[in-house]
C-alpha cells in the first residue's frame, strides 16, 4: 500500500503541474490576449479602479469561458455534473469507482473556468484529479473496496498538498474532509506518503509562494477575545455564504434559457462585477496577498468580500467548474481585513496590523464554510508559515466552526447531497451493514421446532433452548411456520390444553426469511418490519429449506465488530 501511495503522490504532482500550465495557457489566450487587444488595465491593487469605456471588454472574458465550456457539456455532460459533493458521494458511499476521463473532463473544464475570470479555486479540481487517479491505480491493482477508498483519499490529498505547497494539511484534508473524519491507521500512513511526495514533486517543477503576515498576533491575553468575536461573526458570514450559493443554484436551474447558455450567462454576469471591481476574478490569491499586508480601506474590503460570494456562486451555479477553497480563503482574508481595520479604529492604542485579522479570517472562514478546522488551521499556517498565528486561529476557527454549524447543518461540499436525501455521515454506517451478509452472522445449526410437538413438551424445550423464537420444521425438515415464547404466554398457565394443542396453531405460518446472499441492512429491516427478533434463512431456491437463522443481538455484534476494526485500521470487506 505505502508503494502505491507514493506513485500515486508522484502522479498527483504531475497532475498539478499540468493543471497548472492548462490554467496559465487559458489565461493567456483570453486574459492576457484580451487586455492587449481591448487595451483593458487589470488591477494590481485593492481598489475600485477607474472608469473608462474599455473596462467594458473585461464582461467578455469570463464569459469567453462560458462558450468554450459548451463543447464539454455537450459531449461530457454527466463528468460536468460530477462535483466535488458527488466525488465525496462515490468515495464513501459507492465503492470509490471513478472513471480516468472524469480527471480530464474536469480538469480541462476547471482550468478554462480560472484562466478566463471565473470566481473558483484549484483545490477542488486537483483533489478530484488526484482521487481518479487513485481510483485507477486500486482498480487496475483490483484493489478492495476499503483500499480502494483510501487510494482515492490518497490522491485527492496529494493533489491538495501539491496545490498549497502544505503536505500537513493535504493529510487532514484527507482524513476530516474526504475521510468525513474517519482517522484509521492503516488510512493515515499511506495518506502522509502521498502528500509528502506530491507536495516534493511541485516544489521541484513549480515556484511556491509564501505569503508573507504580520511578525505579531497577539500581545495581550485579552485579544483573544477579538478573534473570538472575528470567528463568530465569519461563522455567521459562512453559514450566509452557503445559503446564498445554492439559491443562486437554484435560480440558475430555474431560467427558462437553454442548458448549454447558462454556463454564457454566468461568465456574463461575473464580468459584469468586474468592471468595477475585477479583483473578483479568478482564484483572488494576489489581492489576498495584499490583504494580508493590511492595504484596502474598510468599505472596499468589505465589497470585495460580499462580491466575491455572489460572484463565486454564480461561477458554481451557471456550471462553470471549479473549487471553492481559495475564493473562501480569499473572501475571510477580506472579512478579516475589513474587521482588522473597524477594530483599528476604535481601539487605535492596539499594536496589532489589521493584516493579522485578515490572516486569521482566512483560515476562521474556510473552517466555517467547511466544517474543518484542522484543516484549516493547518493549511493557514502552512502557507503562511506563521506559528505566531496558531493560538489566535485555533480560537477563530473553532468559534468559526461552531457558529456555522449552530446556523446551517451542512457545509458547502455536502449541503448538495443532503438536498439529495444523502447524509454521509448515516452512509458510513450504512456502507459497514451493507458489506456484511446474511452468511457472515448466521447461525448455521438452529433450534427447530416440530410442528406437531404439544405444547407441554414445548414449555419442557423452551426451558433449555438459548433463544426466545424457533422455526417450525414439517415432516420434511422444511420451515412451517415460527413460534416466538411471547406466541403461548397466554395458554401456558391452562395445564389442561398441554396436551391437546400442537405448537403449528399458536405460531406464525406467514414467515419472513431471509437468504444467506442479503446484506445485513436488508435484514435488518425486514426484522423492524414486523418487530422480530429472528429470521430464518433459508434456500432460495425452494424458499423452505432451512439453512440457519440470524437473531437481531447478532447483526448488532457483527456490526460492532466491524466497526471497531475500522476504527483500528482493519478491513472489512465482503464484496
Not at 249 to 277: E, M, N, Q, W, Y
Not at 461 to 481: M, Q, V, Y
Request: with cysteine; proline share 4%.
Amino acid at each position: 500500500m505505502a508503494f502505491v501511495a507514493a506513485i500515486i503522490g508522484v502522479a498527483a504532482g504531475l497532475g498539478n503541474y499540468a493543471f497548472r500550465r492548462s490554467i496559465d495557457f487559458f489565461h493567456w489566450l483570453v486574459v492576457d490576449n484580451g487586455s492587449r487587444l481591448f487595451e483593458v488595465a487589470m488591477p494590481t491593487e485593492l481598489a475600485m479602479v477607474e472608469w473608462s469605456p474599455e473596462r467594458l471588454f473585461v464582461i467578455l472574458f469570463p464569459a469567453a469561458g462560458g462558450v468554450l465550456m459548451i463543447l464539454l457539456w455537450l459531449f461530457f455532460r454527466e463528468d460536468m455534473k460530477f462535483s466535488f459533493s458527488r466525488f465525496m458521494e462515490v468515495i464513501n458511499l459507492r465503492g470509490a469507482k471513478i472513471s480516468g476521463r472524469i480527471a480530464i473532463t474536469r480538469g480541462i473544464a476547471s482550468a478554462i473556468t480560472l484562466g478566463t475570470g471565473g470566481s473558483a479555486g484549484q483545490e477542488g479540481p486537483i483533489a478530484q484529479i488526484g482521487g481518479a487517479i487513485g481510483s485507477q491505480f486500486g482498480q487496475f491493482a483490483k484493489m478492495s473496496r476499503e483500499r480502494l477508498k483510501i487510494l482515492v483519499a490518497c490522491g485527492a490529498s496529494a493533489g491538495v498538498a501539491a496545490t498549497f505547497n502544505a503536505p500537513i494539511a493535504g493529510v487532514f484534508f484527507g482524513t476530516e474532509i474526504i475521510l468525513v473524519s474517519t482517522f484509521a491507521f492503516t488510512s493515515f500512513t499511506p495518506i502522509v506518503i502521498a502528500s509528502t511526495l506530491s507536495t516534493a514533486v511541485t516544489r521541484s517543477l513549480l515556484t511556491t509562494e509564501v505569503f508573507h503576515t504580520p511578525e505579531r498576533f497577539l500581545n495581550s491575553p485579552l485579544e483573544l477575545i477579538l478573534y473570538v468575536l472575528l470567528g463568530a461573526i465569519i461563522g455567521i458570514l459562512s453559514a450566509g455564504q452557503v445559503d446564498l450559493h445554492f439559491r443562486i443554484t437554484d435560480l440558475f436551474d430555474r431560467l427558462k434559457i437553454p442548458h448549454l447558455a447558462k454556463p454564457v450567462c454566468g461568465g456574463l454576469l461575473v464580468g459584469i462585477i468586474a468592471i468595477g471591481f475585477p479583483q473578483v476574478m479568478g482564484n483572488g490569491y494576489e489581492f489576498m496577498s495584499r490583504a494580508l499586508n493590511g492595504e484596502g480601506t474598510v468599505l472596499i474590503l468589505a465589497a470585495l468580500c460580499l462580491l466575491k460570494v455572489l460572484a463565486t456562486a454564480i461561477t458554481y451555479g451557471a456550471g462553470l467548474p471549479g473549487g471553492l477553497f481559495a475564493p473562501v480563503l480569499v473572501i475571510g482574508s477580506f472579512a478579516g481585513g475589513a474587521f482588522g481595520k473597524v477594530v483599528l479604529n476604535i481601539f487605535p492604542g492596539l499594536s496589532l496590523l489589521p493584516g493579522a485579522f485578515a490572516t486569521v479570517g482566512m483560515g476562521a472562514f474556510l473552517a466555517g464554510a467547511m466544517h474543518a478546522p484542522a484543516t484549516a488551521i493547518f493549511l493557514v499556517f502552512e502557507i503562511t508559515d506563521s506559528y505566531e498565528a496558531i493560538l489566535p486561529m485555533m480560537l477563530a476557527c473553532v468559534t468559526a466552526t461552531a457558529v456555522a454549524r449552530w446556523r446551517k447543518h451542512d457545509c458547502l461540499e455536502t449541503v448538495e447531497l443532503t438536498r439529495d436525501g444523502i447524509d454521509l455521515e448515516a452512509g458510513k454506517e450504512r456502507n459497514i451493514m451493507k458489506a456484511l451478509k446474511v452468511r457472515d452472522v448466521m447461525e448455521r445449526d438452529p433450534e427447530t421446532v416440530p410442528e406437531n410437538m404439544t405444547l407441554g413438551q414445548f414449555t419442557h424445550f423452551i426451558n433449555r433452548a438459548k433463544n426466545n423464537s424457533f422455526p417450525l420444521t414439517d415432516a420434511n425438515g422444511e420451515l412451517a411456520g415460527i413460534i416466538a415464547v411471547q406466541d403461548f404466554l397466554g395458554v401456558v398457565l391452562e395445564k389442561e390444553l398441554s396436551e391437546l394443542v400442537v405448537i403449528k396453531e399458536l405460531a406464525t405460518l406467514n414467515v419472513i426469511t431471509t437468504t444467506e446472499d442479503e446484506d445485513l441492512e436488508t435484514a435488518l429491516r425486514k426484522l423492524g418490519a414486523r418487530d422480530l427478533n429472528q429470521l430464518p434463512v433459508v434456500d432460495p431456491e425452494t424458499g423452505r429449506k432451512i439453512l440457519g437463522v440470524i437473531n437481531r443481538r447478532d447483526i448488532v455484534s457483527a456490526y460492532n465488530r466491524a466497526l471497531m476494526k475500522r476504527s483500528l485500521g482493519g478491513e472489512e470487506d465482503h464484496e
